[in-house]
């Protein structure tokens, strides 16, 4: 760089697959901090040795705690450092926002550099609603938390966008299909890499793919949203009845009616009937 950097936080995004995806600017910004702090020291030092750069590699990852977090911040008051996640856009499912929020609560200069995101190339590729999505992170790892959660979203009129590993596809395709039926799903799966795939269906069709193929590689899940007449096809007395297990039948029927669109009184009186 012309100049050196001043001292705080930049907030640098990292290639998702392809190396070649880095922006000048953030190599630029890599090549004029003092320190990187990383979620994993060696993923990141295999970055900086393809870009010919040695730094002082600093752990900050889910399991850093208050004084990690001090000890950066203490770090940023003089010198410039830089935050990386192992792939992508720092923050975005990744750790970040204490360091962030605090560094900008201490008057610490915070600058954040535009770059590689498999949510937002995921929703590119998947040909679904891009005039409005939803991005929600990793669904929930207990079967009954995750049918909620796809529950409470399905009713918000946006492509829902979540992160997931292979070893859990299945188990996610099952809810959406039990929760949204007939909603068509994208898997897109090694984006920017040799083997990009981004395949959508219905969560039955995917079912039947992955069991055949076994995916590999992290993957981003989407789902569309509902359509402007609630589906006809869709197992209302499933769905209450997983609600009546801990709700009251006009809790239930709330529930199912935000999520499906149907009218919430018909739904109180067949929650009635099955209580």
Known sequence: MEHSLAPGLYIVATPIGNLSDI??????????????ACEDTRVTGKLLHHLGLKKKLIRYNDHAGENDRERLLALMESQPVALVSDAGTPLISDPGYRLVRTARERGIAVTSLPGPSAAVVAMTLSGLPNDRFLFAGFLP???KARQEM????????????FYETAPRLDASLQAIGAVLPDREVAVARELT?????????????LIAHYAAHPPKGEIVLLVAPPSDEPDADIDVDALLRQEL???????????????????????????????
Do not use: H, W
């Open 23 to 36: 922006t000048l600017r953030a190599v630029d910004v890599l090549r004029g901090v003092d320190a990187v």
């Open 141 to 143: 790892n207990k079967a």
């Open 150 to 161: 796809l529950a409470e979203l399905g009713a918000v009129p946006a492509t829902l966008i």
């Open 193 to 205: 890499k040799k083997f990009e795939e981004c395949r959508s269906g219905t969560p039955d069709d």
């Open 245 to 275: 297990a801990e709700a009251k039948p006009s809790q239930a029927a709330a529930k199912v009616a935000k999520a499906t669109g149907l009218d919430r009184k018909e739904l109180y009186a067949r929650a009635m009937e099955l209580k």
